[in-house]
């Protein structure tokens, strides 16, 4: 009998090209992919990949088995979300992925508030900005951030929730400073961009050609906060930060609509069916703020 874990290895090697590559997708070490991968060529007695300067290639044999190995992995996760969907406890694991600034500046304490009340559901909530692969059950349910619904996968379910919109910041004490005269060019702040944003020019204040790129969206809002120049931020973030106001004369760009999504037999769970109403009806409340209409623009 061929071991399914020794076929997910495989995979990742396959997909990845590397045994390292393959490590860091399963969150294992480098010797164990080659135990993995060597017990599955031994008991198919061929090998499956030629180790090149470059990385790992598949032998004829491994094409072969890849075809086949897919075909297997498809059938264990549609095995698995058909017995998840069966599920109607309210207890079990449960798995959410979101945006960051979601999870930590405005979801938190809505997912709390769930974990007390609920407190046999287990969860693991991913902070990323990675789209986890909800059909190969990598999350129970997502909360995206969609800027075209003609994107979302036809396979998902999606709940439909407010609007987001974003505006443009800077720290209070440095927009007095700048009225008061002060020389200090303002920067723009950004995680990653390749030339000066529109909204670096808008309004009242103007940035400099020298951007300041930070690693993450919490360094970029340090940034601003310390008056090293202004960022675009989504309002529910800009708007609740008291060391923050908006850049005058700069208008607020819809950044997209916020969705919860959930896949198949997944969402008929109990703890999925819970979690998504729960969420949708706080979402719901938080339209104001997601929209920049809680605090009037100075």
């Given at each position: 009998?061929?071991?399914?874990?020794?076929?997910?290895?495989?995979?990742?090697?396959?997909?990845?090209?590397?045994?390292?590559?393959?490590?860091?997708?399963?969150?294992?070490?480098?010797?164990?992919?080659?135990?993995?991968?060597?017990?599955?060529?031994?008991?198919?007695?061929?090998?499956?990949?030629?180790?090149?300067?470059?990385?790992?290639?598949?032998?004829?044999?491994?094409?072969?088995?890849?075809?086949?190995?897919?075909?297997?992995?498809?059938?264990?996760?549609?095995?698995?979300?058909?017995?998840?969907?069966?599920?109607?406890?309210?207890?079990?694991?449960?798995?959410?992925?979101?945006?960051?600034?979601?999870?930590?500046?405005?979801?938190?304490?809505?997912?709390?508030?769930?974990?007390?009340?609920?407190?046999?559901?287990?969860?693991?909530?991913?902070?990323?900005?990675?789209?986890?692969?909800?059909?190969?059950?990598?999350?129970?349910?997502?909360?995206?951030?969609?800027?075209?619904?003609?994107?979302?996968?036809?396979?998902?379910?999606?709940?439909?929730?407010?609007?987001?919109?974003?505006?443009?910041?800077?720290?209070?004490?440095?927009?007095?400073?700048?009225?008061?005269?002060?020389?200090?060019?303002?920067?723009?702040?950004?995680?990653?961009?390749?030339?000066?944003?529109?909204?670096?020019?808008?309004?009242?204040?103007?940035?400099?050609?020298?951007?300041?790129?930070?690693?993450?969206?919490?360094?970029?809002?340090?940034?601003?906060q310390k008056g090293i120049g202004m960022t675009?931020?989504?309002?529910?973030?800009?708007?609740?930060?008291?060391?923050?106001?908006?850049?005058?004369?700069?208008?607020?760009?819809?950044?997209?609509?916020?969705?919860?999504?959930?896949?198949?037999?997944?969402?008929?769970?109990?703890?999925?069916?819970?979690?998504?109403?729960?969420?949708?009806?706080?979402?719901?409340?938080?339209?104001?703020?997601?929209?920049?209409?809680?605090?009037?623009?100075?």
């Amino acid at each position: 009998m061929i071991d399914w874990d020794d076929v997910r290895y495989f995979l990742a090697a396959a997909r990845g090209g590397s045994v390292r590559a393959a490590a860091k997708h399963l969150r294992v070490n480098h010797s164990t992919v080659l135990r993995r991968i060597a017990q599955l060529e031994e008991r198919l007695g061929a090998q499956m990949f030629e180790k090149l300067p470059s990385g790992y290639r598949l032998t004829a044999a491994g094409e072969e088995v890849l075809e086949l190995a897919e075909q297997m992995e498809a059938s264990s996760h549609q095995l698995e979300t058909r017995v998840f969907g069966r599920d109607q406890s309210a207890r079990g694991l449960l798995r959410v992925t979101l945006p960051p600034f979601l999870a930590t500046h405005l979801l938190m304490p809505d997912l709390a508030d769930f974990a007390h009340l609920h407190p046999d559901i287990e969860m693991e909530i991913s902070s990323t900005g990675e789209v986890a692969n909800l059909t190969n059950r990598e999350a129970d349910v997502a909360v995206r951030i969609v800027t075209d619904r003609k994107t979302l996968p036809l396979n998902l379910h999606g709940l439909m929730g407010p609007e987001l919109f974003s505006g443009v910041y800077i720290s209070r004490k440095r927009l007095a400073a700048r009225r008061a005269g002060a020389p200090d060019p303002i920067r723009w702040i950004v995680i990653d961009s390749q030339g000066l944003p529109a909204w670096a020019r808008a309004g009242e204040v103007h940035a400099t050609e020298v951007p300041f790129r930070s690693p993450d969206a919490e360094t970029q809002i340090a940034a601003v906060q310390k008056g090293i120049g202004m960022t675009k931020l989504p309002c529910f973030v800009g708007d609740a930060d008291p060391l923050l106001v908006r850049v005058p004369g700069t208008d607020l760009p819809m950044h997209g609509t916020l969705w919860l999504l959930t896949q198949g037999e997944t969402r008929k769970t109990k703890r999925v069916r819970l979690f998504t109403e729960f969420v949708s009806r706080r979402l719901a409340a938080y339209a104001p703020l997601l929209a920049g209409l809680s605090v009037p623009d100075d």
